[in-house]
Nanobody, 119 residues
Framework: QVQLVESGGGLVQAGGSLRLSCAASGRTFSDYTIGWFRQAPGQERLFVATISRTGGSTYYADTVKGRFTISRDNAKNTVNLQMNSLKPEDTAVYYC????????????WGQGTQVTVSS
């Protein structure tokens, strides 16, 4: 089992920044690929970004590329999502998720943190 807890959400004006954190506990953190997803009201959960076990590889959704940066600190069992130049359409509940490096699906999810961007 891997337990994930997100933090750092809040209300920000358009153009502003927020930094989300995902703290993990349980299994060996460095065995897991970590992803961030978001879900806006009435919409499906969408992929935002992912980072490999070592942090050497990252991948972003086109909608956030160039504005968001994902990073991890395996010594602290944390993954961060730095979000800059926020837009109202970034408003959503943001979730971090863990996938064992050889698995295809994310099996562990946090409870989510709300991000609201006002225009």
């Amino acid at each position: 089992q891997v337990q994930l807890v997100e933090s750092g959400g809040g209300l920000v004006q358009a153009g502003g920044s927020l930094r989300l954190s995902c703290a993990a506990s349980g299994r060996t953190f460095s065995d897991y690929t970590i992803g961030w997803f978001r879900q806006a009201p009435g919409q499906e959960r969408l992929f935002v970004a992912t980072i490999s076990r070592t942090g050497g590889s990252t991948y972003y959704a086109d909608t956030v590329k160039g504005r968001f940066t994902i990073s991890r600190d395996n010594a602290k069992n944390t993954v961060n999502l730095q979000m800059n130049s926020l837009k109202p359409e970034d408003t959503a509940v943001y979730y971090c998720a863990a996938r064992y490096y050889s698995d295809r699906s994310y099996h562990y999810w946090g409870q989510g943190t709300q991000v609201t961007v006002s225009s």
